[in-house]
């Protein structure tokens, strides 16, 4: 089944710290842009290989996700293992790594 949203938690520095807490997605569009314009809020919106702006993505099909996030906000993350990791490229551009 194919996911209905994602959930993203937004970090500066490397994959999986969670400096925000989570975000719902419709798409991997919208998902992106909120990505970009969170890494130009925090500065950090360049590449650098010892850590820059990072999401942590979970797919999602069911509002029992969404609310464990929403019930883990400020604790923590609910979730075993991300669907991708969305970084910035050596080139600026956005990248995108499956896990």
Do not use: N
């Not at 998902?31 to 500065?43: N, Q």
């Not at 797919?59 to 604790?75: L, P, T």
């Amino acid at each position: 089944m194919s996911p209905v949203y994602y959930i993203a938690y937004f970090g500066q520095g490397f994959p999986g710290e969670q400096a925000s807490d989570p975000t719902r997605h419709a798409s991997i569009g919208k998902l992106t842009d909120a990505f970009r314009e969170f890494a130009r809020a925090v500065g950090r919106d360049y590449y650098d290989p010892y850590g820059t702006a990072c999401a942590t993505v979970y797919a999602a099909d069911d509002e029992q996700a969404w609310e464990s996030a929403q019930e883990f906000a400020g604790i923590g993350c609910p979730f075993d293992y991300p669907s991708f990791i969305l970084g910035i490229g050596p080139r600026g551009g956005t990248v995108r790594e499956s896990c």
